[in-house]
């Protein structure tokens, strides 16, 4: 099959989601046409199955916003016509879902159908996709899908509660390469890091405000003061740097390091002992997933997709948004010796649950379905 993916190229969810997803149905043979406006980060490698197309947005002076949605449909179109995609797969509602559907809508006028699966992943739902300036567009382009999948059945849930959504949704969870993730023996990084044997702390986002950063540091601040412990803070964002003053101000500087934007994340997840996320909102929590597989009990929040994924008791513990005493009292209590080991084996054995092999067929099959489908209404 040749698949058209589109995705934001940054290191969010989304688009290394869609990025792993891709690599994966090219590794099974299938033609993957990425069309984005950078290399995606997770595109590390290229190979005779992956091609990929910049959408280049001009900017002239009368546009004080230039337009990425038209610039990325019209791409869309070429890309489609040229390289006889058979179908396109979009990451996050806004806007790709609106502009393949006007990319189709152009390429039906010239007598080529191209349908279009829209894959919905948290924030282009659950927070921008609700704002007013965004609605109308977000409802119709999902309802003008040909088919609709969702991370989580929390985030399914959430759309048909905040949308006049009738079409089906079907809910195909995120995935984990295993041979990628995976504890790996970093015993010399460990102890650069914990020169005393300390407890190693790890979060990993994109520093936006709904992923509670200053919980974050409120947690490890008490747990730190009961037992010696490290915190590893990756990624970045725009409340990166009010976290790092708060680091200051509550001196832990020496026992708390940011580290920015790190591509091969597992090494650090390889020598971590818990993975904080105090989210306000997660709609799956891939980044947790990630820790799990790497052996790391999760301290969540109970938050949207988050239950199901971090089994309460057994992969970690979840508490309410807000809740930094719980969720420090709970990581004490992973913490400990005779705890640790437990929490680690279940967490692996959880991200077991969601390798890549079981989800690929999943999407193979809703590609097959909407091919099938569209070939019967032309
Ligand atoms: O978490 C973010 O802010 C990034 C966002 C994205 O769209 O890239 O992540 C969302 O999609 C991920 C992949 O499906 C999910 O694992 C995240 O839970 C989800 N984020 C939120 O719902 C806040």
Redesign the pocket.
Known sequence: MKIGIIC?PTF????V?ATELGKALAQKGHKIHFITYDQPNRLDYFSENIFYHKVEIRSYPLFKYPSYELSLASKIVHVVKYEKLDILHVH?AIPHASAAFMARQILASQGIYIPFVTTL????I?LVGKDESYEPVVTFSINESDAVTS?SESLKKETYEYFNVSKPIEVIP?FIDLTRFKKQKKDHFKRAICPNGEMLLVHT??F?K?KRIEDVIMIFDKVRREIPAKLLCVGDGPERQRAETTCQELKLTECVRFLGEIGEIEEILSVSDLFLMP?E??????AALEAMACEVPVISTNT??LPELNIHGETGFMSEVGDVEDMFRNALYILKEDNLPRFKEKALLRAKEFTLDKILPKYEAVYQKTLLESQIKC
């Open positions: 934001y969010g969810g989304s688009g989601v996050y992943h948290g924030t282009d659950t991370v995120n986002s994109n936006r709904v989210s909102k997660e709609s799956f929590g891939l949207g997709g």
